[in-house]
């Protein structure tokens, strides 16, 4: 099983900055990619930023230029870095670890509150 925590979460203020981090751990074996998703209140799950095996990275439309997300192959770790945040970014922030075959793991999510 692979484990996914992730932390960083908090209350900010509107223009402030958050770096978000996740742990991966368990029987990883291959990763196809991890990323960030958020699910604001009453909304659907979205993606945030994905960065793939081999480096690539994408984020949304909403969050270019604002968040950058980056990997540490060695410590099996994506961080997130949020910056100049908006009251729209507010919801919980779930890591994802895509490994073998398409195999799909989830964190228990971390909440991101900006108040305006």
């Known amino acids: 099983q692979v484990q996914l925590v992730e932390s960083g979460g908090g209350l900010v203020q509107a223009g402030g900055s958050l770096r978000l981090s996740c742990a991966a751990s368990?029987?990883?074996?291959?990763?196809?990619?991890m990323g960030w998703y958020r699910q604001a209140p009453g909304k659907q799950r979205e993606l945030v930023a994905v960065?793939?095996?081999?480096?690539?990275?994408h984020s949304a439309d909403s969050v270019k230029g604002r968040f950058t997300m980056s990997r540490d192959n060695a410590k099996n770790t994506v961080s997130l870095q949020m910056n100049s945040l908006k009251s729209e970014d507010t919801g919980v922030y779930y890591c994802?670890?895509?490994?073998?075959?398409?195999?799909?793991?989830w964190g228990k999510g971390t909440l991101v509150t900006v108040s305006s």
């Open positions: 368990g029987s990883i074996g291959e990763i196809n990619a």
């Open positions: 994802n670890l895509v490994g073998y075959r398409g195999m799909m793991y």
């Open positions: 960065i793939t095996s081999s480096g690539s990275t």
